[in-house]
T-cell receptor, first 111, second 113 residues
Framework: GIQVEQSPPDLILQEGANSTLRCNFS?????LQWFHQNPWGQLINLFYIPSGTKQNGRLSATTVATERYSLLYISSSQTTDSGVYFCAASTLGGGSEKLVFGKGTKLTVNP | ETGVTQTPRHLVMGMTNKKSLKCEQHLGHNAMYWYKQSAKKPLELMFVYSLEERVENNSVPSRFSPECPNSSHLFLHLHTLQPEDSALYLC????????????FGQGTRLTVV
């Protein structure tokens, strides 16, 4: 099945800094999602982005499907951005449409 | 409001107990999922239901028994669990199981004592 790898595993920032999180995947994808897991465990949808670029406020994401990676950009980070960011992907066909998660990037934003 | 609601949020149970986790989605989706998140491990898919039919069971022990009575509700029945089953259990739904955006509930944090 598809492999999903995220980097870096941990990231510490000062408030106001910008950051880039990376997600590499091993196969062509038909679904690529970014999530933020808050301290209470809930997964919040950030982007559904199997290809292209999207922006939502201070966050944006780009997926280059042909090169099998996706990037999540966080600008002007705030303490509330702290948490774990997950990338998840699935590929179509062969009964393997399940969403496979990376191990996450733990982001800590200090005041 | 995520549209996917899980209850209870926290559960402590003994190894001989029987309990159930409940998930309800208000999004009109046709596929529902159970995931398990253990400490320091990626989220693991446990079960997939599409139109109330179980379409995937990822080698999950029989002490976990899912039930999907309709497309809006999903249960996970638990019995004779082990301490290593302590984890965050997340429910998700999507419009269909074929590569559509998934939405997650708040999770149930389960502790087996």
């Amino acid at each position: 099945g598809i492999q999903v790898e995220q980097s870096p595993p941990d990231l510490i920032l000062q408030e106001g800094a910008n950051s880039t999180l990376r997600c590499n995947f091993s196969d062509s994808v038909n679904n690529l999602q970014w999530f933020h897991q808050n301290p209470w465990g809930q997964l919040i949808n950030l982007f559904y982005i199997p290809s292209g670029t999207k922006q939502n406020g201070r966050l944006s994401a780009t997926t280059v499907a042909t090169e099998r990676y996706s990037l999540l950009y966080i600008s002007s980070s705030q303490t509330t951005d702290s948490g774990v960011y997950f990338c998840a992907a699935s590929t179509l066909g062969g009964g393997s449409e399940k969403l496979v998660f990376g191990k996450g990037t733990k982001l800590t934003v200090n005041p | 409001e995520t549209g996917v609601t899980q209850t209870p949020r926290h559960l402590v149970m003994g190894m001989t107990n029987k309990k159930s986790l409940k998930c309800e989605q208000h999004l009109g989706h046709n596929a529902m999922y159970w995931y398990k998140q253990s400490a320091k491990k990626p989220l693991e898919l446990m079960f997939v239901y599409s139109l109330e039919e179980r379409v995937e069971n990822n080698s999950v022990p029989s002490r976990f028994s899912p039930e999907c009575p309709n497309s809006s509700h999903l249960f996970l029945h638990l019995h004779t669990l082990q301490p290593e089953d302590s984890a965050l259990y997340l429910c998700a739904s999507s419009a269909s199981r074929l590569n559509t955006e998934a939405f997650f509930g708040q999770g149930t944090r389960l502790t087996v004592v």
